[in-house]
């Protein structure tokens, strides 16, 4: 079965910190991945992908992601969080056979504190 | 490009009547999604079509839905007749080139349904 897995409902950091959103993954073949982002009242917007080539990915606002294939992953990280970055994270995975549809994680929200 | 536009942004209905949202893809994406958004299930594709033709309607819940894209810039999704359950939020989505490219999601139309 293809599947995203977000396992934490929340995310908790202090602005300034480092923040991780972690996501992992079930697909077959070679997974095509996806972070969006969702704030209060509007549609996602995409932050980045992980189609090919180099681990880290580097997307929009500060946001990278870091492909890890023995483990599964894809996690979403900021070196310095803030407090507008709070909002909901989508981590989406690419069906391994029908290559348009996407299936995405239950998301996880992020809070970030002054 | 204005992005995707869907209307309304909120409708209210009664149990058996009959709703129809709708949706102004990206102009020159080929790809167009619609997704819904509940708390118990999360974000499920719906249906999709490439080049106007619906192409997987697998996720479509029952008979009483059903999707139309008469033309490149306009796509309809109707529930006829509603009910309770079908209360949540639907997303339409366009790409340029499906699974390759990251999509572009509308606000949402709230659905409730009395």
């Known amino acids: 079965a293809q599947s995203v897995a977000q396992p934490e409902d929340q995310v908790n950091v202090a602005e300034g910190n480092p923040l991780t959103v972690k996501c992992t993954y079930s697909?077959?073949?070679?997974?095509?991945l996806f972070w969006y982002v969702q704030y209060p009242n509007r549609g996602l917007q995409f932050l980045l992908k992980?189609?090919?080539?180099?681990?880290l990915v580097k997307g929009s606002y500060g946001f990278e992601a870091e492909f890890n294939k023995s483990q599964t992953s894809f996690h979403l990280k900021k070196p310095s969080a803030l407090v507008s970055d709070s909002a909901l994270y989508f981590c989406?995975?690419?069906?391994?056979?029908?290559?348009?549809?996407?299936?995405f994680g239950s998301g996880t929200k992020l809070n970030v504190k002054p | 490009d204005a992005g995707v536009i869907q209307s309304p942004r909120h409708e209210v209905t009664e149990m058996g009547q009959e709703v129809t949202l709708r949706c102004k893809p990206i102009?020159?994406?080929?790809?167009l999604f619609w997704y819904r958004q509940t708390m118990m299930r999360g974000l499920e594709l719906l249906i999709y079509f490439n080049n106007n033709v619906p192409i997987d309607d697998s996720g479509m819940p029952e008979d009483r839905f059903s999707a139309k894209m008469p033309n490149a810039s306009f796509s309809t999704l109707k529930i006829q007749p509603s009910e309770p359950r079908d209360s949540a939020v639907y997303f339409c989505?366009?790409?340029?080139?499906?699974?390759?490219?990251?999509?572009?999601f509308g606000q949402g139309t709230r659905l409730t349904v009395v």
């Open positions: 992980y189609i090919t080539g180099d681990n």
């Open positions: 697909v077959s073949g070679n997974p095509y």
């Open positions: 989406a995975v690419r069906d391994g056979y029908n290559f348009n549809k996407f299936y």
């Open positions: 989505a366009s790409s340029l080139q499906g699974g390759h490219t990251e999509a572009f």
């Open positions: 102009s020159g994406h080929d790809y």
